[in-house]
């Protein structure tokens, strides 16, 4: 069972087990069934998702674990009426996304474009004239933030987790249509946001 | 279109996400505008950016302290259950006493207060059977037996013992009653008989007894 584990965390993907289903299916058939070992390997395989996900759209790592938490926990409370037959990734991904559309709500709608601002402020302050790795992604990062909601989700589910523009449209309940415009905005957006900054540093 | 126009086109077109149609026509124009060209150059570079956030590491120690917190929240919301449980039982418990105590203290009421309480329309329900009843329906011994001091008492002093009916008379609802009418006032005269035993007298006590016949009510007098 601890090498299935570490083929969970490592790949991904949990290898067939002949006539019975996956060593994955099993665990989350044992997870929802009320089991806490089954339930904790299911949080250890997808926490990284849902943390990261949280992150990118709250932009925020204390939101973002509480959000991560309050998805989990969704989980365990509706296992009930979670049917096993279907993937469970999915489902994850959407709750992460209404989890934090409930979060982004309570806190104020300004307060991310302020945060925005300020980001972009530090970032134009560069000394050494070059942008390191780190530095790369906390411009992205703020430039995720100057997007709305809905751009977010789109850009973070399909350009960061890799998604299909479907599979993204199905987690986000909107159309394939809908969703490539709103890929396609918060491209552009983005690509404006680090013009600005090269703009301001040159 | 405009050049704006095909940024948009250009946005979708860098991941593969633009239609055959659409980016052949796309690249027609990037053929043409060099702004455009350079364009979907640096959005291309901007992509890899963004790309490269899905290789940033989590933190392990944020990832552990996440996992701790629902383990945590799990066994937090398994307790309203077992605190419920709890309550259930304590209730079910209360409910099982309340019902002992009730069935415990609950005495039935005697045919004697049937009688008391008999209405109009229960006379009007038994009046058809009540003339035959009066002298045949006494088919059991125990019937019999009670009744027997009463025709005793009707031989002895028939002028007395048959009155007129009163104006609001007594009368059993079936002969069962009447006979457990007449054991319980040899047993109890003075108790649940209150309002057909007179009160006692010094000197002599009658009992009343009722038949069936509303017209027909018998008094037993004793010394």
């Known amino acids: 069972m601890e090498s299935d584990e570490l083929a969970l965390r490592m790949t991904g993907s949990a290898p067939e087990v002949e006539g019975s289903g996956s060593v994955e299916e099993q665990i989350l058939k044992r997870a929802l069934a009320g089991d806490r070992v089954a339930f904790d390997r299911i949080i250890l395989r997808y926490e990284r998702q849902v943390l990261m996900t949280a992150w990118r759209l709250l932009g925020r790592r204390e939101e973002a ?38 979060l982004h709500r309570k806190r104020r709608q300004d307060d991310a474009l302020a945060a925005g601002e300020v980001d972009q402020a530090k970032l134009a302050y560069d000394p050494a004239g070059e942008i390191t790795r780190s530095e790369q992604r906390r411009i992205i990062q703020a430039a995720l933030k100057t997007l709305t909601e809905k751009e977010r989700a789109a850009i973070v589910l399909r350009d960061i987790e890799g998604l299909a523009t479907k599979d993204v449209a199905g987690i986000l309940g909107s159309s394939e249509t809908t969703v490539r415009s709103q890929i396609s905005t918060a491209r552009v957006k983005i690509r404006k946001f680090v013009d600005t900054l090269e703009r301001k540093r040159s | 279109m405009s050049c704006l126009d095909f940024e948009k086109l250009i946005a979708l077109d860098v991941e593969g996400d633009l239609p055959e149609r659409k980016a052949a026509k796309l690249g027609q124009h ?29 933190d392990e120690a944020m990832l552990e302290e996440v996992r701790q917190r629902v383990l945590r929240g799990i066994a937090a919301e398994s307790e309203p259950h077992r605190f419920q449980a709890w309550r259930f039982a304590l209730g079910a418990v209360l409910v099982a ?81 009447r006979a457990s009418l007449v054991f319980r006032s040899r047993k109890q005269p003075r108790g649940s008989l209150t309002a057909s035993v007179k009160p006692p007298q010094p000197a002599q006590l009658t009992v009343k007894l009722v038949t069936d016949d509303p017209n027909v009510v018998i008094y037993w007098l004793l010394d």
């Open chain 2, 30 to 58: 990037l053929k043409a505008c060099r702004n455009c060209q350079a364009f979907a150059e640096r959005l291309q570079a901007s992509q890899a950016l963004v790309k490269s956030l899905a290789q940033e590491p989590a």
């Open chain 2, 97 to 177: 006493t309340v019902i002992f105590a009730a069935v415990t203290l609950w005495r039935p009421r005697g045919p004697l207060h049937v009688a008391r309480a008999s209405r109009p329309q229960s006379r009007e329900r038994l009046a058809p059977t009540a003339p035959r009843r009066g002298q045949d329906a006494l088919a059991t011994a125990g019937e019999a037996a009670a009744l027997r001091p009463v025709r005793e008492t009707s031989k002895q002093a028939p002028t007395q013992a048959v009155r007129p009916a009163p104006t609001a008379p007594e009368y059993s609802r079936t002969g069962t009653d």
């Open chain 1, 65 to 102: 674990q509480d959000a991560a938490q309050e998805v989990f926990l969704r989980l365990y409370r509706y296992r009930h009426h979670f049917d096993e037959r279907r993937p469970l990734l999915p489902w994850l991904y959407r709750m992460t996304v209404n989890v934090c559309h409930d």
